[in-house]
């Protein structure tokens, strides 16, 4: 199978999600961080993520979507759409971190964070309002390490 990856905000692609959408609008702003991933003329997967300042003067990768179409999961897809985003702000010593919610019932995608370096850094209850259980779990990857003292 040949893939050929894409930096989404360099196409003219209408996905699923509206374009005007004030969220997908300024996740396309962020540059490389969001990523499509085709088989010849096919979209299969997609990740799409913004850039969020911290009050510490750092930023952070937020995920806000990623997903692989069903016939081409398990290829290691997703690893490669997650791993282009991560890379994308290796460059960048401001962004100290990734960070992600999933749905708590979602044991595949919990599973599939953690096998990537995310760690469970808490679970938020309530978060969705449309699922049952409506909860979160918040997933936290460090990308930058702060220099030892005294290095």
């Known amino acids: ?55 510490s003067g750092t930023a952070q990768l937020y995920i806000i979507s990623m997903g692989v179409l069903a016939p081409y999961r398990g290829q290691g897809i997703g690893s490669k759409l997650v791993e282009a985003s991560l890379a994308a702000c290796q460059s960048d010593p401001v962004i100290k971190q990734a960070v992600l919610h999933v749905h708590t019932a979602n044991t595949d995608a919990v599973s599939f ?8 850094r808490e679970t938020v209850a309530g978060y969705y309002k449309r699922l049952d259980p409506p909860d979160a779990a918040v997933l936290v990857k460090q990308l930058q390490v702060e220099n030892a003292v005294g290095q």
């Open 1 to 55: 199978m040949q893939l050929s990856w894409h930096y989404a905000c360099h196409l003219n692609i209408k996905l699923h999600y509206c374009a005007q959408d004030r969220v997908y609008q300024d996740a396309l702003a962020c540059g490389d961080v969001s990523q499509l991933a085709f088989e010849g003329d096919t979209l299969i997967g997609g990740i799409i993520c913004r850039l969020e300042a911290l009050p």
């Open 113 to 120: 964070y953690e096998r990537l370096g995310f760690k469970l």
